[in-house]
Nanobody
Framework: QVQLVESGGGLVQAGGSLRLSCAASGLTFGSYAMGWFRQAPGKEREFVAAISRRGAGTYYADSVKGRFTISRDNAKNTVYLQMNSLKPEDTDLYYC???????????????????WGQGTQVTVSS
């Protein structure tokens, strides 16, 4: 059974940084592409960042490009999201997601992912 557990969320002032982690179990991690999404109450889940199964490829939403960095450590079965220069509009519940991948593709659509974590809250105060 695939499990994804996010951590690292919290309250931070605008301009600050946070590093989210997502620990995966129950899967061959190096065969899975990973993604981060976020969702505010009453809004649709939106794509944040994605990384290919071996980390060679990454892809970002325009809203976070240049501020967020996605990375992974396949030896630790963990994917990270380093968030710098945080803004109040980055306040959301952040989810990691996984999907099996046959190649080095990245995926940015919610329906492309099969497995999801429970989320970690990020709150940025102004």
């Amino acid at each position: 059974q695939v499990q994804l557990v996010e951590s690292g969320g919290g309250l931070v002032q605008a301009g600050g940084s946070l590093r989210l982690s997502c620990a995966a179990s129950g899967l061959t991690f190096g065969s899975y592409a990973m993604g981060w999404f976020r969702q505010a109450p009453g809004k649709e889940r939106e794509f944040v960042a994605a990384i290919s199964r071996r980390g060679a490829g990454t892809y970002y939403a325009d809203s976070v490009k240049g501020r967020f960095t996605i990375s992974r450590d396949n030896a630790k079965n963990t994917v990270y999201l380093q968030m710098n220069s945080l803004k109040p509009e980055d306040t959301d519940l952040y989810y990691c997601a996984a999907r099996w991948s046959a190649d080095g593709s990245t995926y940015s659509r919610e329906y492309e992912y099969r497995n999801w974590g429970q989320g970690t809250q990020v709150t940025v105060s102004s």
